[in-house]
């Protein structure tokens, strides 16, 4: 399919041949599900931590006699029954992350990136390059162009253009290499440059 590149100024600069079976497939929204449980899970810390009965401080000592009392018998204040007493069956740090194929991921990107062209929500950029890393020139061409919640790709990163979009609220920068499910579908607009495109179209076959 053909799609229509711009410049940052907003000026027409030619077109782009897309690949239909990276940019033309029609959205699974349970491939994209399990995408983005991957790579939250992946994400996840896990260093979830509470105390068990052998690591609370109170004494170890019987708090009182086994029998005569009248009362239940126990034996340190440390077990769970009691206030404060360690925690059973608690979490404990572990790794939430779980494994999916490569090539499942593959799949997982062409259909984030298949979603956006459906959604109307991809443009095509000739290129992301900045003379200057001048934060307020940059910002103003983002609001002339109606961006919001941006996530641009490229090839290789532009450094003027990096350092210059790192301090616009909503505008993400990533090369072709960072490029995922998560992030793609977070993005209200995906903007993607020329050699970016053929970037990702060599990663993805």
């Keep these: 399919m053909k799609a229509d590149a711009i410049k940052l100024d907003g000026k027409k600069a030619g077109s782009v041949d897309l690949d239909d079976a990276i940019f033309g497939l029609e959205p699974r929204a349970d491939i994209l599900h399990r995408m983005v449980r991957w790579q939250r899970n992946n994400a996840q810390a896990g260093t979830h931590k509470v105390k068990t009965r052998s690591e609370t401080s109170y004494s170890t000592k019987k708090i009182y006699r086994q029998k005569g009392t009248g009362g239940a ?8 029954i009691f206030r404060k007493g360690g925690i059973y069956k608690g979490p404990t740090p572990r790794s939430h992350g779980h494994d999916l194929t490569k090539k499942f991921r593959k799949l997982g990107l062409k259909h984030a990136l298949s979603a956006k062209v459906a959604a109307g929500e991809l443009v095509i950029l000739d290129s992301a390059e900045l003379k200057d890393a001048k934060t ?9 162009l109606g961006w919001k919640r941006t996530l641009v790709i490229d090839a290789a990163v532009n450094e003027n253009f990096a350092a210059a979009a790192a301090n616009i609220n909503g505008v993400d920068v990533l090369p072709t290499m960072g490029a995922n499910v998560y ?19 060599a990663r993805l076959k």
């Design 73 to 80: 018998r126990h034996g340190d204040r440390n077990a769970p």
């Design 136 to 144: 307020g020139a940059l910002a103003k061409q983002v609001k002339d």
């Design 183 to 201: 992030d793609i579908l977070k993005s209200d607009t995906l903007v993607v440059t020329k050699a970016g495109v053929e970037a990702l179209e």
